[in-house]
Nanobody, 121 residues
Framework: QVQLVESGGGLVQPGGSLRLSCSDS???????IGWFRQAPGKERLGVSC????????YYTDAVKGRFTISVDSAKNTVFLQMNDLEPEDTAVYYC???????????????WGQGTEVTVSA
């Protein structure tokens, strides 16, 4: 069954970097992996995704050029490298299995605990 665990969050200053990891510990089915974030008082929104078969990616405009998504198939892990972080990036970040292509990403009805990212001076 699908088991996704997020890690790598923390507290960083503006301009800093973090790398988030999404570990898939059990799924035997192919699927895309998306990263979502939910800022305090706001709805959960998609950030980026990668299609594991094609390796094609999608980024929302807010993070394009700053974030990079990648997959290590041997380790069943998807990464989100976040550079040049801004206070607006502060949120709890989640990963989930979703449809994914360069035009956009789907949503999920199931969520894990997430990992918290705080960008503050």
């Amino acid at each position: 069954q699908v088991q996704l665990v997020e890690s790598g969050g923390g507290l960083v200053q503006p301009g800093g970097s973090l790398r988030l990891s999404c570990s898939d510990s059990g799924s035997t089915l192919p699927y895309g992996i998306g990263w979502f974030r939910q800022a305090p008082g706001k709805e959960r929104l998609g950030v980026s995704c990668i299609n594991r078969a094609s390796r094609l990616t999608y980024y929302t405009d807010a993070v394009k050029g700053r974030f990079t998504i990648s997959v290590d198939s041997a380790k069943n892990t998807v990464f989100l490298q976040m550079n040049d972080l801004e206070p607006e990036d502060t949120a709890v970040y989640y990963c989930a299995a979703v449809p994914c292509d360069p035009q956009g990403m789907g949503n999920s009805q199931t969520w894990g605990q997430g990992t918290e990212v705080t960008v503050s001076a």
